[in-house]
């Protein structure tokens, strides 16, 4: 599903943000990343996403080399990834139905298909009851629950998560973290980074670990 090939990333001058990473990633895996705070982490998942290009060697997602996307390709390619941020980007103007509808709405997705598609979404996270409520209105929480509503409503194939429990206690971060292994569990490729190493450990996933840009361990799950 995500090929590193002796992937570099420089940002302006000459420090290598991320230096020389080879993996892969299979479809339907799941994969925490994780390292220090500049370890790398956040770049790493921006190259997936194709936000950053490699400024050496190359980043295959399934089969293909994203960096040569035409630029009129992107928007197509992002839709087919599921991306959830710490600080959930929520319109805090628009209700929790319309956050959710929101990328549906941008792909023109007829209004009866698209309200059937929110509802499981929100069913999913078990915020269904609460379609109407604005972001302000929920805890911390449930306002990450939103936003993962949101990133799996198109059905991407691949989900990433950076630092999605950031913010969280320990027993909402264990929750939103079954969330994702629920969406693993029916076949999502799922990459999340966090540095909240005593759950990740726990979990007993595959655990990719940046030191400094460069991967210095890769542990399957034990
Ligand atoms: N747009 C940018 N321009 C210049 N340097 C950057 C840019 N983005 C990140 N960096 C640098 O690259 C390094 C890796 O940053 P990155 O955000 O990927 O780390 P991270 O592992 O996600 O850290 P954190 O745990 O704090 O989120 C850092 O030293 C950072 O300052
Ligand atoms: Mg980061």
Sequence with gaps: MIVFEHVGKRYGGRFDALANLDFRVDRGEMVFLTGHSGAGKSSL????????????????????????????????????????????????????????????????????????????????????????????????????????????????SLLLADEPTGNLDPQLSADIMALFEDFNRIGTTVVIASHDLALITRLRHRMLRLRDGRLVADEEAA
């Design 45 to 156: 998942l921006r190259l997936i996403m194709r936000l950053e290009r490699p400024t050496r060697g190359r980043v295959l997602v399934a089969g293909h080399d994203i960096a040569r996307l035409h630029a009129s390709q992107v928007p197509f390619y992002r839709r087919q990834i599921g991306v959830v941020f710490q600080d959930h980007q929520l319109l805090l103007d628009r209700s929790i139905y319309h956050n959710v509808a929101l990328p549906l709405e941008i792909r023109g997705v007829e209004h009866r298909e698209a309200a059937r598609r929110v509802r499981a979404a929100l069913d999913k996270v078990g915020l269904l009851h609460r379609e109407k409520a604005l972001p302000i209105e929920l805890s911390g929480g449930e306002q990450q629950r939103v936003g993962i509503a949101r990133a799996v409503v198109n059905k991407p």
